[in-house]
């Protein structure tokens, strides 16, 4: 499979995930329902600090990607328009771009599994996170080893960043679907 399609495929499953009504498009409130899920499948309670980076971030990721593409972010998209859209803001901006758009929700989601406090995630927090997101069938173990670049048992969020970045760019096998 070409770069491109892989690009095209994850991104077509990204919206799959967010279109949590099941409408056949998404829009801010589908986002904020996910992010209600994964706060839900924590057994985090949604007034807690933690719960709220979360159910904040998820949103706002939304209200970037619409303003930097010039709409209003109560518009709901089609899969084409989200593709689109996602694509122009994150893949064709590589690093930069998904650092811009996913970074916040990456540090909600670490924070919220991170139930040592030091700013990382192991590989327990990390079964957790895959558990959380819907994707615990996979082996976990092997994704945590693909992403952990420096080797150190550790996950960092730029380490995380870095890896959705490049498993959206089509460059890691590693489903990471839940940011």
């Known amino acids: ?9 994850r991104l077509r499953q990204r919206f799959a995930l967010y279109d949590t009504n099941g409408d056949g498009r998404i829009g801010r409130g589908d ?3 996910e992010a209600r899920r994964i706060v839900e499948a924590f057994g985090e309670p949604e007034a807690s600090p933690k ?3 979360l159910l904040h971030a ?30 122009a803001q994150m893949l064709s ?4 771009g998904f650092s811009n758009m996913l970074r ?6 670490v924070d919220l599994c991170d139930v040592d406090g030091d700013g990382q995630v192991d590989p327990h927090e990390f079964r957790k996170w895959l558990a959380a997101i819907g994707n615990d069938r996979i082996d976990a173990d092997e994704v945590f080893r693909q992403v952990d670049a420096d080797g150190n048992g550790q996950l960092s969020v730029e380490e995380l960043v ?11 096998d590693a489903p990471l679907l839940g940011v």
Do not use: C
Not at 1 to 9: I, R
Not at 104 to 109: C, E, L, V, Y
């Open 1 to 9: 499979m070409s770069n491109k399609t892989a690009q095209t495929e």
């Open 31 to 33: 986002l904020e329902a």
């Open 51 to 53: 719960a709220q980076a």
């Open 58 to 87: 998820y949103p706002h990721m939304w209200d970037y990607m619409m303003q930097q593409a010039g709409l209003d972010a109560g518009q709901d998209l089609s899969v084409e328009q989200f593709v689109e859209i996602a694509d």
């Open 93 to 96: 901006q590589g690093a930069v």
């Open 104 to 109: 916040p929700s990456i540090r909600a989601m």
């Open 162 to 172: 870095a890896a959705v970045g490049k498993y959206h760019a089509g460059e890691l």
